[in-house]
């Protein structure tokens, strides 16, 4: 039973253009929502969090959007660079939890 | 500013062997979390430690799987009697108290033959 969902395996854009990744959760105790990129062979790295008590947040390129009726958030990234080629995973924590739930990743092709 | 170190980056053990995997936490962090991540899936939570004691167990196999944080020294995440399935992706993850968000390290890739 997946709490955190990451609907779109994959997703190619071109450079210089918005890139949108998107993510859906189930479970209503979540109050922070993170996001972490990836490369082959390494940890993931952390960009950019928003607590639910906003709902937006803003580092540069990076802009997560969270909408909690619809229990769901996003991940912009403008302009895209080849450089942002990775996969993205979305989390979540909350409520007696320390832990991140993970959804499985969205790999983000950014073509020059 | 060191982040969180894992050793060894790379792994091999046969079948019935123990594997030891190390982690140091950022420094000023006194919160570990351990992950384990299978080929195409999402990192999945295994334990949550603070220094000498296990706060969350719940993602931990019941079998073979135990870790600890001592007092002084990494934490370590030890495996014993390895199957193939165990093979995988193990990163450490650490914070500091009260936060959130969690930084990782580079991972250990565990290979069973």
């Known amino acids: 039973d997946q709490q955190v969902k990451q609907n779109s395996p994959s997703l190619s854009v071109q450079e210089g253009r918005i890139s949108i990744l998107n993510c859906d959760y189930t479970n209503s105790m979540f109050d922070y929502f993170l996001w972490y990129k990836k490369y082959p062979a390494e940890g993931p790295t952390f960009l950019i969090s928003i607590s639910s008590i906003k709902d937006k947040n803003e580092d540069g390129r990076f802009t997560v959007f969270l909408n909690k009726s619809a229990k769901h958030l996003s991940l912009h990234i403008v302009p895209s660079q080849p450089g942002d080629s990775a996969v993205y995973f979305c989390?979540?924590?909350?409520?007696?939890?320390?832990?991140?739930?993970f959804g499985k990743g969205t790999k983000l092709s950014v073509k020059p | 500013n060191a982040g969180v170190m894992q050793n060894p980056r790379h792994l091999v053990r046969r079948r019935g062997q123990e594997a030891r995997l190390r982690c140091s936490p950022m420094k000023g962090h006194s919160h570990v979390y351990w992950y384990r991540q299978l080929p195409e899936e999402g990192l999945k939570f295994m334990v949550y430690l603070q220094k000498e004691n296990i706060i969350d167990e719940s993602g931990m196999p019941k079998e073979r799987f135990s870790a600890e944080f001592p007092k002084e020294g990494p934490s370590i995440l030890r495996i014993q009697q390895v199957v193939r399935g165990d093979s995988a992706a193990y990163f450490c993850?650490?914070?500091?108290?009260?936060?959130?968000?969690?930084?990782f390290g580079p991972g250990t890739r565990l290979l069973v033959l």
């Open positions: 993850a650490s914070s500091f108290v009260g936060e959130e968000t969690q930084y």
């Open positions: 989390a979540a924590t909350g409520g007696s939890q320390g832990n991140l739930i």
